[in-house]
């Protein structure tokens, strides 16, 4: 077999375009500008995942999905920014990589800023990640100390997907989540076994099971991840027990519950919800086309 390096081989949408930015040469991402200026960025980490689960978990998940959306819009994808911000309860992990907030805050604000110079004026900051919280800093950021003049947008992939996230709902027939989203768990590792199966060690899930679950703060009043059960703390808001202290096998869930058929129904409903907004941003705002999101010097009247 000849060897080819993964960052080698040209990644092409249904109309035969490339989708990474970093794939494009010049001319290909000048015209690609005048046709679409919507730009998705995967946000995600890298972090331990549990003893069945890559490293590079959340990357590839938010990638994945952002590469779907392309696929089908005609968008661009920029090469995902690999490591992330982490919350304190995850430091000390080994694998677990973390980026202090303001050294990430403005790498992402660098990354908006020039890729609007580029000319991709509606960018899609897509968090697959524990940082939502750092991530609408960047935006602000961008707009007011850089003068970033471009629509910024911030989501997460299981933002558009909270209603299927529900313990107990039905996916599709004899198919429900038996526990709530939470890190490195049922959720991520039936999404993972979806997206990358080679990249699961089916094997070992029931090995990375948490031996039990504790919580500074019961779950009634606080999300574990994601806030997707709308209770009174997001799970940012709060300090939690140290990874390292109560789940040093680096899952705080239940993997061995995950199944390839669940992560299937929940990325792709994600899918087809983010490309019909993507559809409507194409259709409100064409290329060239941005809403006025930024202030004007002489708005100021310090």
Same mark, same amino acid.
């Given at each position: 077999?000849?060897? /080819?390096?993964?960052?080698?081989?040209?990644?092409?949408?249904?109309?035969?375009?490339?989708?990474?930015?970093?794939?494009?040469?010049?001319?290909?991402?000048?015209?690609?500008?005048?046709?679409?200026?919507?730009?998705?960025?995967?946000?995600?980490?890298?972090? @331990?995942?549990?003893? *069945?689960? =890559?490293?590079?978990?959340?990357?590839?998940?938010?990638?994945?999905?952002? /590469?779907?959306? +392309?696929?089908?819009?005609?968008?661009?994808? *920029?090469?995902?920014?690999?490591?992330?911000?982490? &919350?304190?309860?995850?430091?000390?992990?080994?694998?677990?990589?973390?980026?202090?907030?303001?050294?990430?805050?403005?790498?992402?604000? @660098?990354?908006?800023?020039?890729?609007?110079?580029?000319?991709?004026?509606?960018?899609?900051?897509?968090?697959?990640?524990?940082?939502?919280? %750092?991530?609408?800093? +960047?935006?602000?950021?961008?707009?007011? !100390?850089?003068? %970033?003049?471009?629509?910024?947008?911030?989501?997460?992939?299981?933002?558009?997907?909270?209603?299927?996230?529900?313990?107990?709902?039905?996916? $599709?027939?004899?198919?429900?989540?038996?526990?709530?989203?939470?890190?490195?768990?049922?959720?991520?590792?039936?999404?993972?076994?979806?997206? *990358?199966?080679?990249?699961?060690?089916?094997?070992?899930?029931?090995?990375? !099971? =948490?031996? $039990?679950?504790?919580? %500074?703060?019961? !779950?009634?009043?606080?999300?574990?991840?994601?806030?997707?059960?709308?209770?009174?703390?997001?799970?940012?808001?709060?300090?939690?027990?140290?990874?390292?202290?109560?789940?040093?096998?680096?899952?705080?869930?239940?993997?061995?519950? =995950?199944?390839?058929?669940?992560?299937? %129904?929940?990325?792709?409903? *994600?899918?087809?919800?983010?490309?019909?907004?993507?559809?409507?941003?194409?259709?409100?705002?064409?290329?060239?086309?941005?809403?006025?999101?930024?202030? /004007? &010097?002489?708005?100021?009247?310090?």
């Amino acid at each position: 077999m000849e060897y /080819e390096s993964r960052f080698a081989r040209p990644v092409y949408n249904k109309f035969g375009e490339k989708i990474y930015f970093d794939q494009m040469t010049m001319a290909e991402i000048l015209e690609r500008v005048k046709k679409n200026d919507i730009i998705m960025v995967p946000c995600g980490s890298i972090e @331990s995942h549990g003893l *069945a689960q =890559a490293t590079g978990e959340d990357t590839l998940i938010g990638t994945y999905i952002a /590469e779907r959306v +392309a696929f089908e819009t005609g968008i661009t994808v *920029a090469p995902p920014i690999f490591y992330g911000s982490h &919350p304190s309860h995850h430091y000390g992990m080994p694998g677990t990589i973390p980026i202090k907030k303001e050294a990430y805050i403005d790498y992402v604000v @660098s990354v908006v800023k020039w890729l609007s110079n580029t000319g991709f004026k509606k960018i899609i900051l897509f968090n697959s990640h524990g940082q939502e919280y %750092v991530l609408p800093i +960047a935006k602000d950021k961008a707009i007011i !100390d850089e003068g %970033v003049h471009a629509l910024i947008m911030v989501t997460s992939w299981w933002a558009w997907v909270r209603d299927l996230l529900q313990v107990g709902r039905e996916l $599709k027939p004899g198919v429900r989540l038996e526990t709530p989203f939470i890190h490195a768990d049922e959720l991520e590792a039936s999404v993972l076994w979806y997206v *990358a199966p080679k990249l699961v060690d089916v094997e070992k899930l029931k090995e990375s !099971d =948490a031996e $039990k679950m504790v919580g %500074v703060i019961p !779950d009634k009043w606080v999300d574990k991840a994601g806030n997707v059960y709308s209770r009174p703390f997001s799970w940012f808001d709060v300090s939690h027990y140290m990874e390292i202290h109560h789940y040093p096998k680096g899952s705080v869930g239940y993997p061995s519950k =995950a199944s390839k058929e669940k992560g299937e %129904v929940i990325v792709e409903e *994600a899918i087809k919800r983010i490309i019909e907004f993507v559809e409507w941003l194409k259709e409100k705002y064409p290329p060239g086309v941005v809403p006025k999101v930024w202030p /004007e &010097p002489g708005d100021f009247k310090y």
